[in-house]
DNA sequence: TCACAGTTTGATCAATCGATCAGCTAGCTG
DNA sequence: CAGCTAGCTGATCGATTGATCAAACTGTGA
């Protein structure tokens, strides 16, 4: 049983420049993710993303242990791109009085949100299983809701957004930012916009500071 | 696990009725619309609900065709439920003025999505998959769209609410309402409160009203 | 009373799921 | 060169899926 050992984790320490197992193990999480996001953790099969990654099936398990660790990676990855997009947009607007800079945050979270409804889509899956996954998603979360709550506080002292307790404001926020693309499908039947086109998230992204902010 | 030879049911009452089907249907009903917003059409097996409904899993074939037919009787039950709900809540604001009748909609519309977030979340999940169900549900939700952005122009119209397009105030509104709720597991790990309890959905009620209406 | 029809169930089907295993390939190492 | 090993695949496993079927139960009408 015991054959070539399987890379148990994701070490990056691995400075190997062999057949570089590294450049498949990325499109296979980018597919994972995809698929995950589009069908669910079980409406998304191990042949479907092995297929839309290209690879044989067999093969996510021997880079990851079995489909809750690949999902993991995938969940991962989204994380990582969210928050290194969030702390760029932080450190470029470093000069910047706290009030504009809070609203062009919330501009880049809605356009985010918008071009990446991946993320958004998978916390809202586990969210109605409330299983271990949900767990794992709800340690990821919790910085970002732990550093909005933080702003939303000091924005209402300032007195720039309506004085509504931080949490409620969060959930409004993450419910009216992102949800005309989660739901984007149904959008488009309904509305007959096109919830991918830049003028429909840049309206959408004015309307949320609109009524946040005010103005 | 109770597989007694003689029905099981433990109804009190067994007075008139012959087998008749339309109580297990009933059951079943509620079952599948139970677990398949919980664990998505994929998610949730017919034996899962057959179990949930304490009948035998080859009932489900018998009383509809496939899980598929059974979905859409459970999707057309909560719908059912919903739209006699806001039919009631308008019927019982016959002489008061518009813009005190839409915000008093409003909230109908935040509590009854915060105490029943199935509908939601079967929405949710079709809208990511996108298939021949998201067509079932558009169609389901677009008298309430329609109504919906009609009411907004009005009251935009009236300088009740800002002036934003409706469709994206539409989105803000079905995003604001019920995430909170929706991702409920999530809101009880990252804030502590508890999103079912009604001090919390009232708050939320007045935090989506105060931020849509101003005051 | 008895046969009939609507309900319900246990047994079981083919299909598909995630996972495992042995074996093939290719590149580095000595 | 030969040997080794990480990367990868085809074949296949047991478990579970939705669905089907014959048989059994039960109240009702004749």
Known sequence: MVKGMPPTTAQPEDRTTRPSADPTRDRIVAAAADLFSARSFDGATTRQIAAAAGVAQPLLNYHFRSKEMLWQAAVDSLFTV???RMADRFAGLRGVDAVTRAKLQVREFVTFSARNPQLHRIILQESTTDGPRMDYLADHV?????????LFDDLARKGAVPSIPAPHLYYILTGA???MF????????LSGLDPTSDEVIEAHADAVCRLLFGD
Do not use: F, S
């Open 177 to 179: 930012g992102p949800t």
């Open 82 to 84: 969210l928050a290194q």
């Open 142 to 150: 919790r910085p970002l809701y732990d550093a909005t709550v933080a």
């Open 182 to 189: 989660v739901l984007g499908p149904e959008c488009r039947r």
